[in-house]
């Protein structure tokens, strides 16, 4: 099992910038892609951003040129830089970790962005 916990959701005003991060316990051996999803009321949950373990990346349309997903594999850690927030990037945000055959999901952090 996988254990993943996330930190670094909060309030913040439209413009504004927060740093996500999630930390990666238990059998984190062969973790090959980590995410970033969120959820926001009534909505479904999407993928934001993906980042494999050699460092490639790929971000949702609506967050490109704003957030910045990386990885630090010796600390089991992956953080999203969220730049320029909009309110419409109001969620939980939820780290997930994929293994072959099994997906990880963490508890979720509130991201509320104000107008």
């Known amino acids: 099992q996988v254990q993943l916990v996330e930190s670094g959701g909060g309030l913040v005003q439209a413009g504004g910038s927060l740093r996500l991060s999630c930390v990666a316990s238990g059998q984190t051996a062969n973790i090959n892609l980590m995410y970033w999803y969120r959820q926001a009321p009534g909505k479904a949950r999407e993928a934001v951003a993906t980042?494999?373990?050699?460092?490639?990346?790929i971000y949702v349309d609506s967050v490109k040129g704003r957030f910045t997903i990386s990885r630090d594999n010796a600390k089991n850690m992956v953080h999203l830089q969220m730049n320029s927030l909009k309110p419409e990037d109001t969620a939980i945000y939820y780290c997930?970790?994929?293994?072959?055959?099994?997906?990880?999901w963490g508890q979720g952090t509130q991201v509320t962005v104000s107008s």
């Open positions: 997930a970790a994929q293994k072959p055959n099994l997906w990880f």
């Open positions: 980042i494999t373990s050699g460092g490639n990346t």
